[in-house]
């Protein structure tokens, strides 16, 4: 039997997940989040999924390290935070709205304060 907070927890992902599908198609809607906090969601709600996302690649290299306070490689910070400045970038090139643009710096600036500066540095 599925207790309630698992069910709610998979509503929400669905509902979120579904969000950040029209999301797509609508400029309004910001499907990466909505995808993250679906994913987030339905592991919360589905211990199968959980434990699915915990047996693959991608989480024993990126994410397991770091819950384990073990920090990220030099390598996966600097590709992460190129990542994220060419993709920002491109939305500060984008739009001509002055806020909208010190909104991104500031996000840019968060990043660039929690790779380098807060997460671990761990051999790679």
Do not use: D, Q
């Amino acid at each position: 039997m599925v207790s309630a907070r698992k069910a709610v927890f998979v509503a929400a992902g669905l509902l979120c997940f579904a969000a950040g599908t029209v999301g797509i198609f609508l400029p309004i809607l910001p499907p990466v989040p909505l995808y993250l906090l679906a994913g987030i969601c339905l592991a919360n709600g589905s211990e199968r999924l959980s434990a699915w996302f915990e047996s693959t690649r991608f989480y024993a290299e990126h994410v397991a390290p770091i819950k384990a306070g073990k920090g990220m490689t030099i390598r996966a910070k600097v590709t992460s935070f190129i990542t994220i400045c060419l993709l920002l970038g491109f939305g500060f090139y984008m739009t001509r709205h002055t806020s909208a643009r010190w909104i991104l710096v500031a996000v840019v600036a968060f990043h660039a304060w929690l790779f380098f500066a807060h997460l671990p540095t761990r051999e790679g």
